[in-house]
């Protein structure tokens, strides 16, 4: 899809691959709405904040109603807010449970259930879903979290074939480790320059985006190459 001019939400813009995604999509020429608690620390005329819980569904109607009515069209839907915690299952807190399947997949589903209708429409559009490769693979103390990107993707595979003959693209991003702010619920993990950047994802998924319309990437694997640093010389 040629971006310039085109309309892109993204949720969870406050910072990290949120902000990263906010400013891509803006050096492209898109005009850009951020959904989230906290706005991004970005000025910019293309870029409409508006303060959305996506935990609530009333929050998310009122905001993609806004958009909708100001630009009669939505290109381009990044669900991008998310959370983990992490604890062996005995010790995970159920508020804790609860808020990441609130905001990693009810959230998600809010999103494309009131925006799907408006790409029909329109006869063209592109959903980019983040999982991670949490949702690749099971991990000691990361059940609740990894259980929602599992959810993610059987939510994006499904979708995916439901909307194709829409000239819809449904992408789920499965991103290793990014030097994001998410690791301050992890105990013992800390960001670290080896992890992939923000910036790296963004880009990685403005190139699924421009791709030909005929062109569907399905999935996005990322990974940062050397996750714990080069070998040191045996
Ligand atoms: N960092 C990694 O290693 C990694 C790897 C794979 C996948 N991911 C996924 O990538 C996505 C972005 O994470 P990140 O690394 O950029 O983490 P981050 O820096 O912690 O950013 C998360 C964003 O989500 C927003 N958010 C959280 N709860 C929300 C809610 N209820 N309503 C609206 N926005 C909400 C946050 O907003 P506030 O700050 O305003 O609360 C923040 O902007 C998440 O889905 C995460 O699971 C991250």
New binding site residues.
């Given amino acids: 899809m040629e971006l310039n001019k085109k309309v892109a939400i993204v949720?969870?813009?406050?910072?990290?691959?949120?902000?990263?995604l906010c400013k891509a999509l803006l050096a492209e020429g898109c005009m850009v709405y951020g959904?989230?608690?906290?706005a991004?620390p970005i000025q910019d005329q293309n870029l409409q904040f508006i303060p959305?819980?996506?935990?609530s569904f009333a929050a998310v109607e009122s905001a993609i109603q806004t958009i909708v009515k100001q630009k009669q069209h939505v290109h381009i839907l990044i669900?991008?807010?998310?959370?983990?915690y992490f604890a062996n299952v005995e010790d995970l807190p159920l508020e804790q449970w609860d808020?990441m399947f609130?905001?990693?997949i009810n959230?998600m589903f809010y999103t494309c259930k009131l925006t799907v209708p408006v790409m029909k429409q329109q006869g063209i559009g592109h959903i980019v879903n983040?999982?991670?490769?949490?949702g690749l693979e099971g991990m000691p103390m990361v059940s609740g979290?990894c259980a929602t990107?599992w959810a993610v993707k059987g939510f994006s595979e499904s979708l995916w074939r439901e909307l194709r003959d829409h000239k819809i693209k449904v992408t789920c991003?499965?991103?290793?480790?990014?030097?994001?702010?998410?690791?301050?619920n992890s105990p013992g993990i800390q960001?670290h320059d080896y992890?992939?950047m923000?910036s790296d994802?963004a880009e990685l998924i403005l190139h699924a985006l421009k791709a030909p319309d005929n062109c569907h990437q399905v999935n996005l694997e990322i990974r940062p190459l050397q996750p714990k640093g080069p070998k040191t010389k045996q």
């Avoid at 949720?11 to 990263?20: F, L, N, Q, Y």
């Avoid at 983040?130 to 949490?134: G, V």
């Fill in positions: 949720t969870g813009v406050s910072k990290g691959i949120g902000e990263a959904l989230g608690i906290n991004p959305t819980d996506i935990r669900n991008n807010a998310g959370l983990g808020q609130q905001t990693n959230g983040i999982s991670s490769t949490a979290y990107k991003v499965y991103p290793g480790s990014v030097k994001t702010d998410f690791f301050r960001a992890m992939l923000p994802v």
